[in-house]
């Protein structure tokens, strides 16, 4: 795979918190442009360490993380903010709304926190945009905490997608939801995917959803660095996502 | 900014009941010592400035703050009365000019003065419509008593009963308002100023009833002693004071037993002042002569004594309430950590997350200070108010 076709690029990646037995070790592993991921394993083996090592929230000890052919380790801490809220989408197994905001604002949350971006009509525009695509437009000015769960989440998607992401990162996205809005959220999630071409990086425990996505990866061989690559499931092939096979 | 003002202001706003408390306590911490410094520092003014233009009061024997302040302001309890014939004993002495104050009657909340043209010129006030006092029965009313129960030249105001179960006490009198006085912002603007037999009237010591050795006059007549008529309760007496009946009106008795509640007494100079004050210091005296000055500055003494026992109270829990506040905002912001994070983790910049906590805090404090701000600025506006409520009263 060349590097323009990596959306993300880990090579020889050491990690572990300063306290506690955890340690992540993770050789090789490389996600496709425009390709959906799953990644699945037993609680505790850092799939949401992960997603934030690609995020740039958490820095490796060792080894190197790019995003879209950029180093991420190797920028500052305040870089890494803005490559992030311009770059990256991220959606969380709690929603992670602001109470205190309603379904409007939260959905614009990104452009109010970070000066890299800027709040113009267009943006409003495209907000009120994705929010009736995801069936929630006649609830922007209501406050989030009286919303049903699922409507919660679209608008995490919806903040998650504003800012035109390269890269999707949800940890657990359905993990809250009932069947009806794990379907939902997830159609609306791979709708935009296709349709904008974006790369999508998924933690999930539920395994009925991997059939969506176009590889799996096994997590639990990375933890604690005794395996030298991740397993990933025949489907990786297909979908020309490689490098990572044991 | 503006993203950051506007998301903490939606905090804010959310969270009404927690801002709201903590305003009102900001606010109080930062209004209680600069309000009651500011009333202080008002309280000073307004006290002392009269009370230095008025040199020396006579009044009867009892607690002079109490003379003062009635004197001055017409506001507390009317002292116990001394004899008219003391204005006499000053004027005799030939060392000072004496005012007479009758204080003790009201129309509706304002004080009826019963006084002698010299009051005026004392006090400098001028009328700014209409005329000065002629005649008995005669009012003339301070700028705010014209204002608060709008009257003028030409219209009437009644004195008010003391008790209305009192059928044998002081009867109302209607008075013909001839003048009002120009606003000279000070007590007299709430006063209403009668000749001081126009006082005595409304006091019972004067009337006004048919002559009884008229023919009219023959059905209330019980007998007759020499000069001296028995009249019957049909005898009716004139509850106003008119071009026609003004004749009518005598007063029984000696006039220097009369009532007066104070005298200012205005001396000739210092020396004359010295000298006054000596003849009012024996022990048998029945009088007592007060150097309005002197007793303001007392109380004043009391006020800032009391003032600083207070501010010391407001500091400390000022200080407390600081301290419940910073720990309001420290448990707001533990409560608050998945916020951050999640604000962290999609890209929030530090400077513009820690500015959005900053502005809530802010926000508070500002709120608070705005409005203990106005709460003062009210207190100065209204501190004259407030003063005859709270100390004049």
Redesign the interface.
Known sequence: MSAAAEMVAIRDLVFHYREGEFRLRIPQLSVATGETVAVIGPSGTGKTTLL?LI?G?VSPLAGQISVNARQIAGLS??AR??????N?G?V?QEF?L????NVL?NIL????????LT?TPEVKQRAVQLATEVGIADKLRR?VERLSQGERQRVAVC??LLTEPLLILADEPTGNLDPRNKGRVLDILFDYITAHGTTLVTVTHDHDLLDRFQRVIEFSEFHSGNQESAHVDGKADAAGGGGDAP | MKHVLYLAWRYLAHHRVKTTILVIAIMLIVFLPVGLRVLVKQSERELTTRAMATPLIVGAKGSPLELVLNSLYFESESPPYLNHGEVTRVTDSGLATAIPLHTRFRVRQHPIVGTSLDYFAFRGLAVAAGRQLAVLGDCVVGAEVAADLDIGPGDFVVSSPESVFDLAGVYPLKMPVVGVLAHSHTPDDRAVFVDLKTAWVIAGLGHGHLDMSTPEAAPGVLRREGSKVIANASVMQYNEITAENIDDFHFHGDTSNFPVTAIIVVPHDEKASALLQGRYLGEAEQVQIARPAEVMDDLLQTILTVQTYVVTAVIVVGLATLATATLVFLLSLRLRRREIVTMVKIGGAMGRVTAVLAAEILGVLVIGVLLAGILTALTAAYGSTIIRALILS
Do not use: G, H, Q
């Not at chain 1, 903010?81 to 311009?86: I, L, S």
């Not at chain 1, 949350?109 to 890299?116: E, F, G, K, Q, T």
């Open positions: 934030n995020a929230i801490e305040a903010r803005n490559f992030r809220v311009r990256l991220l969380f992670e602001l109470s205190y905001l604002d949350l990104p452009y109010r926190i970070n000066s890299a709040l406050n903040r998650a």
